[in-house]
Nanobody, 129 residues
């Protein structure tokens, strides 16, 4: 089990950028595939991006591909989400999540939230038009 704490959310104008960070503790960070999810009011939680244990492989939702970049630093037990060209429809609470994996350089491309066992408390991102 790993504890996750997100930071970096805020209010930004459309077209702007934000960088979210997630700090992990209490577990061996490099044992986990890390993911970012988001949930807008009245909507289900949806997958945004994921990164393999080594950082070698990443995967994105079509809605953010080319605009968002996920990265990790196993030495610092952190995962980040760089968000560029933000749109009002990106407004949501963003969650960091972890799931154990035996694969180092690749990962199971399962985007279901239920596959992730550990979650942060979320950070609000609001994009104004």
């Amino acid at each position: 089990q790993v504890q996750l704490v997100e930071s970096g959310g805020g209010l930004v104008q459309a077209g702007g950028s934000l960088r979210l960070s997630c700090a992990a503790s209490g577990g061996i960070f490099s044992n986990y595939v890390m993911g970012w999810f988001r949930q807008a009011p009245g909507k289900e939680r949806e997958f945004v991006a994921a990164i393999a244990r080594s950082g070698y492989t990443t995967y994105y939702a079509d809605s953010v591909k080319g605009r968002f970049t996920i990265s990790r630093d196993n030495a610092k037990s952190t995962v980040s989400l760089q968000m560029n060209s933000l749109k009002p429809e990106d407004t949501a609470v963003y969650y960091c999540a972890a799931r154990g994996s035996v694969m180092w350089n690749t990962m199971n491309y399962d985007t279901r939230p239920g596959e992730y066992g550990d979650w942060g408390q979320g950070t609000q991102v609001t994009v104004s038009s």
